[in-house]
T-cell receptor
Framework: ETGVTQTPRHLVMGMTNKKSLKCEQH?????MYWYKQSAKKPLELMFV???????ENNSVPSRFSPECPNSSHLFLHLHTLQPEDSALYLC?????????????FGPGTRLTVL | SQQGEEDPQALSIQEGENATMNCSYK?????LQWYRQNSGRGLVHLIL?????REKHSGRLRVTLDTSKKSSSLLITASRAADTASYFC???????????????FGQGTILTVHP
């Protein structure tokens, strides 16, 4: 579909579990993003990484922990989540993270917290 | 406060008709982008219009931008059933002087095109 892949596509976890979401981009981009899309709410930016450095943490609770080991990979580590964290988590990448960049999105991970 | 708000929330039309979706925003912008999302999937970039542009075309898409009214519209001409999707506008506010691509999305318009 695009040059951004996400795994897993679906995840069901209990509130005490620890899991990780993975995103990989094959576009040679330098910036990567995590978004959360909940039902009936606008898409919310969570984190931005530019050249593997976090440049934005949009007041996200500490139970979400991002990791960007290199410019092609982005992880979102999850622990002790709440049912209201159930949502579609989207990863995106862009060339340089500038305001005129087009962002390319992955297909998302549908997360359900029981 | 929400930066981009689309109107209408839902639009249902027949194939061949035109579909118009509107987006309003609150603060000054560098550019405005339109994205499309098929049900439960990732977003696909459609078109970007810069703050100094008034109109832009891409295939069957026509986007207008009125910075004085802080609004934009997306027109899809000769719609097809395959155009059924949610459409979002996204803005990158200049306020705060951020230089990276922090986009703020609206809630979207759900477009249904009946064959």
């Amino acid at each position: 579909e695009t040059g951004v892949t996400q795994t897993p596509r679906h995840l069901v976890m209990g509130m005490t579990n620890k899991k990780s979401l993975k995103c990989e981009q094959h576009l040679g981009h330098n910036a990567m993003y995590w978004y959360k899309q909940s039902a009936k709410k606008p898409l919310e930016l969570m984190f931005v990484y530019s050249l593997e450095e976090r440049v934005e943490n949009n007041s996200v609770p500490s139970r979400f922990s991002p990791e960007c080991p290199n410019s092609s990979h982005l992880f979102l580590h999850l622990h002790t989540l709440q049912p209201e964290d159930s949502a579609l988590y989207l990863c995106a990448s862009s060339q340089d993270g500038t305001v005129t960049d087009t962002q390319y999105f992955g297909p998302g991970t549908r997360l359900t917290v029981l | 406060s929400q930066q981009g708000e689309e109107d209408p929330q839902a639009l249902s039309i027949q194939e061949g008709e035109n579909a118009t979706m509107n987006c309003s925003y609150k603060t000054s912008i560098n550019n405005l982008q339109w994205y499309r999302q098929n049900s439960g999937r990732g977003l696909v970039h459609l078109i970007l219009i810069r703050s100094n542009e008034r109109e832009k075309h891409s295939g069957r898409l026509r986007v207008t931008l009125d910075t004085s009214k802080k609004s934009s519209s997306l027109l899809i001409t000769a719609s097809r059933a395959a155009d059924t999707a949610s459409y979002f506008c996204a803005t990158d506010a200049t306020a705060g002087g951020t230089s990276y691509g922090k986009l703020t999305f609206g809630q979207g318009t759900i477009l249904t095109v009946h064959p």
